[in-house]
């Protein structure tokens, strides 16, 4: 009998980076718990159709207790402070506490944006996230940042990377050279920071660069409402790519023959697939994800001088197949695979105790 997992993340997001993480997730769940039937169940305000509720708390968790033998939380930014206490997770204690099915936290991190610091927590978020890791059974962050966030709060986690980054146990490799580099286009937002507008015509420039070298190149798009912007910046004869269907997004970088990765997911999806890839870090998820993998001599840091001279360099790197670029992106991802696949492991052995001892609706004989 296949388990019913519900699976609260930032269902209705707009930004196909979320919708890649939870599928990661999915798969790899699958791999270690056996068959799971995912319900998807709407984690915080990214769902905006208005006609269902949000959050771990009332009719969704009522629903949960009473359908769910496991609960799954995860995705991209949801370890996120945001104003007034909030944070990327709508619950609260008392809901917590009346939670029934056991609990696992996976992939999730801390939010920032270009320019910004990550933001400090503040109550009840601090309340509602020591809870929630005390519920869980297994718990760990994407990035040693979000490790080090929740240290300060006195929550202990596992740092495990992304799941998207292990999409598939593909090592890295050269690429095919008759086919396109990806490049992603950076979030338009920044151009509203300080330093982001300035960032977006060395961005344009680099694109010229490329253009002038004969480099064939498609640039990719992984957020709905970049769409326009990216049509009025892109340089003319250059076409943005963008669908809302992530196997379309998937094949595109399955099509390439490596990745430059101005957006955070646009990076972990072409190290998931094998891909040679050159990370920027624009903020500080991309900053976490660049220090957790240790890829600061392959990747760039948005902000400091010469940052796209160094991207020129590592970029001819990769056109030429540089088996020193290859063995250490190589090494990275196979590091935190086996880390990721140890903490999975133990985690499907522990559920399995819970599910012995009756803690799942299967075994109530409830589903």
């Not at 670029?325 to 935190?336: F, G, P, Q, R, V």
Request: glycine share 10%.
């Amino acid at each position: 009998m296949a388990l019913v997992a519900h699976h609260y993340f930032p269902m209705g997001s707009s930004n196909l980076g979320d919708h890649l993480v939870a599928l990661s997730m999915r798969a790899a769940l699958v791999r270690h718990l056996g068959p799971v039937t995912f319900v998807d169940m709407p984690v915080n305000d990214r769902y905006r159709r208005g006609d269902r509720p949000v959050g771990l708390m009332g009719e969704n968790l009522a629903r949960t207790n009473g359908e769910a033998d496991l609960v799954v939380i995860g995705g991209s930014n949801l370890l996120e402070a945001r104003s007034k206490g909030r944070w990327g997770v709508f619950t609260d204690v008392a809901s917590i506490a009346a939670l029934r099915p056991p609990l696992l936290l996976l992939g999730m991190g801390t939010g920032s944006d270009f320019g910004r610091r990550v933001r400090r927590y503040r109550q009840p978020a601090i309340s509602e996230i020591q809870a929630l890791h005390r519920r869980a059974f297994a718990s760990a962050a994407r990035d040693v940042t979000t490790v080090e966030h929740l240290r300060r709060i006195d929550v202990s986690t596992a740092c495990v990377g992304c799941p998207v980054t292990y999409l598939t146990p593909r090592t890295v490799a050269g690429g095919d050279h008759r086919l396109p580099l990806i490049v992603s286009f950076p979030p338009a937002r920044i151009v509203k920071r300080r330093g982001g507008g300035l960032f977006m015509r060395a961005y344009m420039k680099y694109l010229r660069w490329l253009q002038a070298g004969g480099v064939e190149f498609v640039v990719t798009l992984h957020d709905g409402e970049d769409v326009e912007p990216c049509r009025r910046f892109l340089p003319e004869g250059i076409e943005p790519f963008y669908s809302e269907d992530q196997d379309v997004l998937i094949k595109r970088f399955e099509d390439c023959r490596g990745v430059i990765g101005f957006r955070l997911h646009a990076g972990l999806l072409g190290l998931g697939l094998g891909k040679a890839t050159i990370p920027a870090g624009l903020d500080w998820r991309g900053l976490a994800f660049i220090q957790t993998f240790e890829l600061q001599q392959v990747s760039i840091r948005a902000w400091r001088w010469g940052q796209f001279a160094k991207l020129r360099m590592l970029t001819r790197r990769l056109l030429n197949d540089d088996p020193a670029l290859i063995e250490s992106l190589a090494e990275a991802k196979a590091k935190y695979l086996a880390r990721y696949e140890a903490f999975l492991g133990d985690a499907a052995a522990k559920y399995r105790l819970l599910r012995a001892a009756g803690g799942c609706n299967v075994c109530r004989g409830v589903s």
